[in-house]
């Protein structure tokens, strides 16, 4: 084995999220904030009202699924899937009636949230071009 494998194992031991988005954003704490100020947005701002019908009135219960989802998708540890399993976002949303309204207004959120976190600007593309298209799989109106 090369040095350098053995030191990028050392390193994946002690640092497992180095590299990733996750760990470039700060972790648990920017995604929380991120996420809580999304649900504020949605909850807010009557640009956002049809997909804030598409929830309960509780938004409590989902952010916490929407943290737990991110850090795993991001690059850091999988909350959500060892709690809930595979995400299969098309399915776990498919009785919940959703069109490309609902698609533009939740990315109109995340949107907001981002700009207003301390994630540099070519981060928050990125990521909004991931969630752009993930959020368009699960549209089924």
Same mark, same amino acid.
């Given at each position: 084995m090369k040095m350098k494998e053995i030191y990028n194992k050392i390193l994946r031991f002690?640092?497992?999220y180095a590299g990733t988005v996750y760990s $470039? =954003? &700060?972790g648990k704490k920017t995604i929380d904030a991120v996420v809580d100020r999304f649900y504020e947005v949605m909850s807010t701002d009557?640009?956002? $009202?049809?997909?804030l019908d598409t929830h309960k009135k509780d938004l409590g219960e989902v952010s916490i699924?929407?943290?737990?989802?991110?850090y795993g998708w991001l &690059? &850091?540890?999988q909350v959500f899937v060892q709690k809930y399993g595979h995400p299969r976002m098309r399915m776990r949303? =498919?009785?919940i009636p959703i069109s490309e309204v609902e698609h533009r207004q939740w990315i109109y959120c995340?949107?907001?949230a981002l700009s207003e976190s301390e994630i540099d600007k070519n981060t928050q593309e990125e990521m909004l071009t991931a969630?752009?298209?993930l959020a368009g799989i699960i549209v089924n109106k």
């Open positions: 002690f640092f497992p $470039r =954003i &700060g009557p640009l956002a $009202r049809e997909c699924k929407l943290k737990e989802y991110l &690059g &850091g540890p949303h =498919i009785m995340m949107e907001k969630m752009n298209h």
